[in-house]
């Protein structure tokens, strides 16, 4: 497998919501797609590479076969309906590339193909051999199988995955909105766009706003989470409006006053620490006292058992699970070397090359 072509190249995860993706009727917007399409040429002509995550199956769905009905809220029929739309979604896409000479991929992804670690890597390697093949890959969840997805926030948290999981260098966030603001504009006239950000602090967030469409499942404060994920990976994100025209070729090109740019990090974490971090589910927390604590965050030391005060919860080893100051903050996220009810049987119960420290 072919792990190194990710960093030979500026590699951009580019993702757009369904509110972008489709009309108010929930039919298609192709002239958005359209729009999208024309940046995503360029910037693989000149050399970059490009992963496509893609809401609107459940919205296109349910256009084609909806009746003029409201749309339906239980998760079984949901996951019926995203498989009618992903074809259809699939389709306008091949459409709009097709006029660039550019072939498309489909690649559907699940919860278990980014906490499984196997899968995570055959993943990754199925993108790498698109790319190879000159092919556009366009990621979406997988619906129609996995009625946890739906819950996922509109594609955004599987965007910032995505972005882990291949390496990139900028993760596009497009939306109905003009990016990140310092208020809801419906409550708040005078709410202005945030133009950069370097640090997502409590500020920052408490100022995303819920989804403005009524037909995402996101919503600024699922794309505020999806940025802190990318900063810590390293990878610059841009929320931008998707219906701006060249709307990608003006953010590849920084263009000031057109969205909100997150900074990342100075320190990236490797990828299998951030897939520790953001793939893995966590199955439990441990609370340590502040002997452990201080030698998690200061020295970067492995959590001995003498160490825990308590735990919740119920894991196996291999399994992940979140550690907490006696005070209730959090500390680090790690994978356990023993189960829930054997913590007495090992000395390390997180190894520190196991364990990333998130403060």
Do not use: C
Request: charged content about 20%; hydrophobic content about 45%.
């Amino acid at each position: 497998m072919n792990t190194t072509i990710s960093m030979m190249s500026d590699v951009v995860v580019i993702k757009i919501g369904t509110s972008s993706v489709t009309t108010k009727e929930g039919r298609i917007d192709t002239e958005v797609l359209a729009n999208v399409g024309l940046g995503v040429t360029q910037h693989v002509r000149s050399g970059g590479r490009v992963v496509l995550v893609t809401s609107g199956a459940i919205t296109a769905g349910w256009s084609a076969v909806g009746r003029g009905a409201e749309r339906p809220t239980d998760g079984q029929t949901l996951q019926a309906v995203s498989a009618v739309g992903q074809p259809l979604l699939m389709d306008a896409w091949r459409v709009v590339f097709a006029a660039h000479d550019l072939p498309v991929g489909q690649v559907l992804l699940a919860p278990h193909d980014f906490a499984d670690r196997s899968q995570y890597l055959h993943a990754r390697g199925t993108i790498e051999a698109l790319w190879g093949l000159g092919i556009v890959p366009i990621v979406n969840e997988n619906d129609a199988v996995a009625d946890e997805e739906i819950r996922y926030g509109d594609n955004d948290r599987l965007a910032a995955l995505v972005a882990n999981l291949v390496g990139a260098t900028r993760l596009i966030l497009l939306t109905d909105t003009a990016g990140l603001l310092t208020g809801d504009p419906r409550l708040d006239p005078s709410a202005t766009l945030i133009a950069e950000v370097q640090t997502l602090d409590d500020e920052i967030t408490a100022a995303a706003s819920g989804s403005t469409s009524g037909v995402g499942s996101g919503g600024m404060a699922s794309k505020v989470a999806a940025a802190r994920m990318a900063q810590w990976s390293g990878v610059t994100t841009v929320i931008a409006p998707a219906r701006a025209d060249r709307v990608v070729e003006r953010v590849l090109n920084e263009e000031s006053g057109l969205g909100t740019i997150v900074r990342p990090r100075s320190e990236r974490l490797s990828a299998r620490k951030a897939w520790i971090a953001f793939a893995l589910p966590t199955k439990g927390s441990l609370v340590v006292n502040q002997g452990a604590a201080d030698a998690l965050e200061r020295d970067g030391r492995s959590l001995l058992a003498v160490g825990v005060i308590r735990t919740t919860g119920q894991f196996s080893a291999g399994e992940a699970v979140e550690l907490y100051s006696e005070a209730g903050r959090l500390i680090a996220k790690g994978v356990v070397r023993v189960s829930h009810d054997a913590l007495g049987e090992a000395d390390v119960v997180v190894h520190r090359d196991e364990l990333v420290v998130l403060v």
